[in-house]
């Protein structure tokens, strides 16, 4: 491809909003452009890699068996409503209506259709394992589309499916998903960390999440630096400190307070007291606004709300705002642990299992002049659940071996689920045993956005001059670039550009006559192609064709009748480098 022809040219600044260095790297390099809030045009560079990235994600299924198949984006409402996965997805679930009247879920995700579809085969099991995979649009309505591909309202996703007829053979499957999306990673350039994760709305109790570290993820994980343990903080178990625990409960008391000390950094300096020493409580709300939750917790956690959540039985809660607050006579920094007796149908009282562990807080029942003192649960007051539902923090001992664990910031890259029967159950899943009586399936599910990968290889793969794509699924391989308008030069570069397409690899000319070396350099640094080629006097001059790898600094020539072995050569050895060797 010549850059002249290409369709798609790079542009010098990103737009204010765009925060994420992989959105302002994919705008200014050609790659993408916003149609609206959350969803994105692939312009021809950016396809190319898109393209790339599915390739290599279907190898990798079809190596483990994986056959590809494809739903419709359309699914109607009813299969939605059987697992009742439609009020857990809540307002992210787009719907739509046809001329019938008819209601539809626009897809978020697949279990309940491909459930029907394979349990409408009437298999047996004989006919299982089932292990198919699609690549196809999802639409969701998120609150807020950030990041560019790393967050959108639609994109496109690998969606694997699984159905057996036992335990065992699932799990098997599932250990094969688990090695072919570290290939994956593997291969497109991803460290990662395969963590114990949080279902949410998707459904079952188990699953791992693929997390990339990176400072511009969204997600935090926490890995123990003593043992293998890795987790997203929605799951993650660690120590609680035992606050006063030596001491005897020592008398309740209300203690005056100025009315300014709400905070805990507030009450931190007017006691001379740590975090720990007091109790924090936290408004948060079901979905339908119909029960409120008081989330407790000592002064130095925060509660984590996927945790919450579980806790009492909801897949999403929202945080309470003024209006709930004063709907049970509270505002903020007044929120009480307990003695909210008029409200009692519509409260739930949640404390985190490290408060049951202390003796002697304070606070938990402000008033407008007085806090109380030596609050002990048990004896002062009790929540109606007991439960894990605070965040981790860096530096938090690890529940499993009494590490400590560090706090990483990374994107989720991949998820797989483990589902047993919790859609085959609600979506007749049956298959014909051996014995020939009826029995429900077992199920998995597995998934990979694609255009959350690409934003996440650079997010990962990139300088302060631009993209440094891993050669897997850089846009084109080879990097041509002409300096001058010295004919020789034109003609060489021309008889190049041509020998290499003859060949086989993948070659991108800048061929452009009327920008400056700086001009062309600098667009070959932003877009990343990882082998570079530059024909100019000076190179001629020297006998040959200056060879250039985008990560490296340094440069060398290249004899001409020598390049398209070089060029075969350094192409093996980028692909080496990301497969480590068996």
């Not at 003192?373 to 004896?379: D, S």
Request: proline content about 3%; charged content about 30%.
């Amino acid at each position: 491809m010549k850059y002249s022809k290409l369709f798609g040219k790079t542009v010098r600044e990103a737009k204010k909003e765009m925060t994420a260095k992989s959105h302002q790297l994919l705008y200014t390099g050609g790659f993408i452009r916003e149609l609206s809030a959350g969803r994105y045009e692939f312009l021809p560079l950016g396809f190319r890699v898109w393209k790339k990235l599915v390739n290599v994600i279907d190898e990798e299924m079809e190596a483990i068996s994986s056959q590809r198949f494809s739903i419709p984006i359309l699914q109607p409402m009813e299969f939605w409503a059987k697992s009742n996965r439609d009020k857990a997805w809540g307002k992210s679930l787009m719907k739509i209506k046809d001329r019938t009247g008819a209601e539809f879920a626009l897809s978020a995700t697949g279990e309940g259709v491909v459930t029907e579809m394979v349990a409408g085969t009437n298999p047996t099991y004989k006919d299982l394992p089932v292990i198919v995979h699609q690549f196809i649009i999802k639409l969701r309505d998120e609150k807020r589309a950030r990041g560019g591909l790393l967050r959108t309202r639609e994109f496109v996703m690998k969606d694997a499916y699984s159905f057996h007829d036992t335990e065992e053979d699932f799990m098997n499957t599932y250990d094969d998903f688990y090695k072919a999306y570290s290939r994956i990673c593997e291969r497109i350039g991803l460290n990662y960390y395969a963590c114990i994760a949080d279902s949410g709305p998707l459904g079952g109790d188990y699953c791992h999440e693929f997390q990339i570290p990176c400072d511009a993820g969204e997600d935090h994980i926490v890995k123990c630096e003593k043992c293998d343990y890795a987790v997203n903080v929605e799951k993650a178990e660690f120590v609680r400190k035992e606050v006063n625990k030596k001491e005897e409960m020592k008398e309740y008391k209300m203690a005056d307070l100025p009315e300014k000390v709400q905070k805990i950094k507030d009450l931190m300096k007017h006691y001379d007291m740590p975090a720990e020493m007091f109790i924090k409580n936290v408004l948060y709300k079901t979905l339908d606004g119909k029960k409120l939750i008081i989330a407790t917790v000592t002064g130095d956690l925060d509660v984590n709300s996927v945790k919450l959540a579980k806790a009492v039985g909801e897949d999403e809660l929202e945080i309470g705002e003024d209006v709930d607050l004063k709907s049970i006579g509270s505002k903020t920094g007044y929120l009480h642990s307990w003695g909210y007796d008029e409200h009692k149908d519509r409260i739930i009282y949640v404390v985190d299992e490290g408060i049951t562990k202390t003796r002697n807080l304070y606070g938990g029942y402000k008033t407008a002049t007085q806090d109380p003192l030596n609050v002990n649960y048990g004896r002062d007051f009790e929540a109606d659940i007991v439960a894990d539902i605070a965040e981790p923090y860096d530096g938090a001992i690890c529940g499993k071996c009494r590490g400590v664990l560090k706090l990483i910031r990374s994107i989720e890259w991949g998820h797989i689920f483990k589902y047993d029967h919790f859609y085959t159950k609600h979506h007749d899943g049956f298959f014909t045993d051996r014995d020939g009586q009826k029995k429900l399936m077992y199920m998995g599910a597995y998934g990979i956005g694609i255009g959350r990968s690409l934003a996440t290889v650079v997010e990962t793969h990139h300088d302060d001059k631009g993209i440094s794509w891993p050669i897997s699924v850089a846009p084109y391989k080879v990097h041509l670039v002409s300096l001058g308008e010295d004919k020789a030069v034109n003609k060489k570069a021309l008889s190049l550009y041509e020998e290499i397409e003859k060949a086989g690899i993948e070659i991108l000319w800048d061929d452009r006559i009327d920008v400056s070396a700086g001009v062309k350099f600098n667009d070959a640094d932003l877009i990343g192609i990882p082998i570079r080629l530059i024909v100019s006097e000076k190179s001629l001059g020297k006998g040959g064709i200056e060879m250039k790898l985008r990560k490296n600094k340094e440069s060398e020539i290249i004899k001409a009748d020598n390049l398209l072995e070089v060029l075969r050569e350094k192409i093996t050895q980028l692909e080496d480098e990301l497969i480590p060797k068996k």
